[in-house]
């Protein structure tokens, strides 16, 4: 076969001609430099490959060399704690070979191959084993037990197994006789093609929340295990401040966070924060429970595109092993805007503003990869997907934002006029929505409460009176309303400052258990029907202001320790106390 | 040997085809020659078979199909880099324009720069002093921070970015050095920028690139690259705290969009082409900390919103990429308030973690927070008062708007002087003092007791006898 040469080069570009047998989505190696590359258009004379790094000094005739196998990903212990470009490439290994400036053509191992692993064998000469099978295990990281599961397309019977014992990934654990008779062997790690979804055994419906300790989230507009979100809004209005909140404190097994097109800066605080902070549930750094994955706005744009699939593959990896694993995609909206610059270097046919007409449906095999399942070892697992969007000039009726909000059940929505107050985490309650209400209910009914949702409903329906009186007296000011809607403005307020705004750098307000939201919610209420009581008696609003009440249910969030929620119950009884006094007349 | 092409196969505004090419690379600088003698440079920007296009700096006036003759330099755009470039004034491709002779290089680089990788990088902690309140207090510039200020035509920022130069400085003393890219402006802009660093006596510490109006736009292009990497070089081979200026970045996304379009690409939003988001992240991710190394590079991009827009593409992904934003109000300036900074708008992503105890002072962050909240009551008041009149409001929302005016006119107008950190928190408290201790509810006690002194003005006290009156009557 005539060797495969470069004959243009455009951005990251790159064609070859005459009959390459090269096939759709094979990974290759560009150039004297071996840039990884993958093969995004064939035809009959040519070969449309777009290139993972820095084209320049890319010369023409320079070779392209195949590779026989599609974009993968490898998967086995050591994953987790590492940061990886959006190719597999692991950062710090890259940082050895060219120092703090990325070089090109470096190429490293994306699994340690020194590493050894204390290796527990579970299968036995002459099992069978099926795809997705447990047959080894190790220790990953403290936290986190790596399950080694037969590929999805290996079967057949086990002939011999090493000892227990300490293996690098590559070393064979087990080898089995496939149904066709050939010999098989399963080391510790396995390939994968990032844009293929892994199969599960079956799709479950997603009915437990994930957990997040944010009670705008939790309480408002919950997401289940197994969702998919979206957290769009424009800059300055926290959705990075919010998705690493949610990658610190939800209670998934397992978090990937995706910096997709994002800032160098961020990365490296997340980095640092996530390893000075310890889980509560394990008492390990955060870090132990979590890949990073870094590509960042100035690294190569196709490397962006991928990234994405790179993150969710890692994430249904971890789901099979029968983890709840959850993946933060900031931002969504670069990895568009990736494929509209592909796109257009391609001279495709643009859509809505330029992007290409296949962004709706690249978006839902991209959302559609979230889900609860039982995996193929039988046990339960979960991907969910928080994406951001960074709409253009915060416009929500632009394709990304509108796209995506069809293929999402979560909406939380960042609010320009909400950041400028300093109201964090900026997510408006009018604008924002979760399709998983129904479906969680009888979750919290059994595990939290049974008042739960009729709290949320209530403090719901408190916020909506509010908006509509806002309109009044935003026109003519709050003195000239009556005490009862003067009263709801008041305890609105206490629910927006005292309860929705939460405070990420305060050590108790940061992540506040299901229980204490309820009943931080319950004490609102009942100051609420208790002054409503007083105003239905004609006591002035001024006067029942004066108690100090409002303003120390605000300040309650700081003040009741989350270990000490047994104070509630001094709140209840100072409302009822003061309240009481000025009952009589 | 070296090879030399004879004549061209078609032109383009700044682009041409050269045919029959051996062994181009991408991204490499070609030097053409005239036949009356003069020399332009160029870059290949796209490659087909043996088909070049090349990107010719300068222009191509004067040229034919048969004219030139083209060499190939077998590298990328190259900035030349030695220690002798501060105090110097240069083209917007480095090269120096001030007549002091040539500069003499330690070393060349690829203007290109290469992505910092994210595990290398250190996560900005200490400030930079700029002297202006605004800016220290609510909206402080980090090291190693890209922090742009959002301007409109006609507003004072070329004042504003000349009085950073003068002011700006690190607090522990270390080296710290400016480079200043002026890109596409006036030729007396540029010469108001050049005699104010001379009349400031702060030349010495400036690197200054120009780059004017009337220009070729793909010299223009190229100025922030050349400039950021002068700024890498003073940072990261001689340990200094770098604050690169580059104004005005609209100038350049619109050359971009120039030659964009003049290549034939397919336009993203208005015109602009689909890469203008990867193609600032390249500029302003450049600034940072590198691990192991001892200097830093912060970025002030300035932009004119074109027609005030802030949600017009260039300021948009300039927010999505920067580390906040300092925008510039109309409204402000219209009220002789200088430097018009709005302050609600305007946010530092970097300023919680580099402020405080051991870096400015302990109470920063809750002042700061209480300020913002404040003024953002004030804007409320002030629509209400819009719609019923000033006499009308509340006892509590006349304090608030006395409170915004005393703001906008003391802190944030300051004019041309300097503050120092302490000067600029003190005069905080003593604008919070206004009003009455329970309305500050973003600051503890502690802080409280220590820095809250309030007037004793008898008219305020009668007015809060008179307010608690009035609740009892009602």
Redo the contacts between chains.
Sequence with gaps: MAENRIYSINGPVVTVRGKTGFSMMEMVYVGKARLVGEVIRLSEDAATIQVYEETGGLAPGEPVYSTGGALAVTLGPGILRNIYDGIQRPLPALEELSGAFIGRGCSAPALDETARWDVTVLAKPGDRLTPGRIYATCPETPAIEHRCMVPPNVSGTVTWVAENGSYTVNDTVVKLTDDRGNERVLTLCQKWPIRIPRPVSRRMPAQRPLITGMRVVDTMFPIAKGGAAAIPGGFGTGKTMTQHQLAKWCDADIIIYVGCGERGNEMTQALTEFSELIDPKTGRPLTDRTVLIANTSNMPVAAREASIYTGITLAEYYRDMGYHAAMMADSTSRWAEALREISGRLEEMPADEGYPAYLPSRLAQFYERAGYAQALCGQEGSVTVIGAVSPQGSDFSEPVTQNTKRFTRCFWALDKALAYARHYPAINWNTSYSEYLGDLSPWYYDNVGPDFMQCRERIAGLLLQETSLMEIVKLIGSDVLPDDQKLIIEIARVIRVGFLQQNFFHDQDTYVSLEKQLKMMRVILHLYEKSQVLVAKQVPMSRVLRTGLFDKLVKMKYDIPNDHLELFDDYTAEIDQKIGELMRP | MLLEYVGLSQINGSLVILDGVK??????MVVLRLDDGSQRIGRIV?????KCVIQVFEGTTGFSLSNTRTTLTGH?MQVDLSPELLGRTLDGLGRPIDGLGAIYPECRR?V?????????????RNYICTGISAIDALTTLIR??KLPIFSGSGMRHNELAVQIVKQANVSDGEDFAIVFAAMGVKNDVADYFKSSFEAANVMDRVVMLLNLAGDPIVERIITPKAALTIAEYLA?DLGKNILVILTDMTSYCEALREFSSSKG?????KGY???L??DL??L???A?I????KGSVTQIPILTMPNDD????IP??T???T???IVLDRNLDATGVYPPISV??S?S??M??GIGKGYTREDHNPLA?QL??TY?RVQDAK??AS??GEE???PSDKRVMEFGRAFEEKFVGQGNTSRTIEETLDLGWELLSMLPKEEL?RVDQVLLDHYYKPKTDPKQRELGVRRAFH??A?
């Design positions: 062994n181009a690379s991408y991204d490499e796209m490659i087909e078979g043996e990328p690829d290109n720069g290469a992505p910092i990788n994210p595990v290398s990088r250190v996560y900005p190693g921070q990261f690409e397919i336009p993203g939003r082409p689909g890469y988001y990867s992240a390249s302003y991710e450049r940072g590198v691990k192991g190394k802030i949600t017009h593409p948009d992904l927010g999505y990429i580390e906040g934003q609600l708008p946010l992503r970097l919680k973690d927070n913002f909240a953002a629509a209400l719609v019923i009308e409001l509340s509810d609740n009892d009602e």
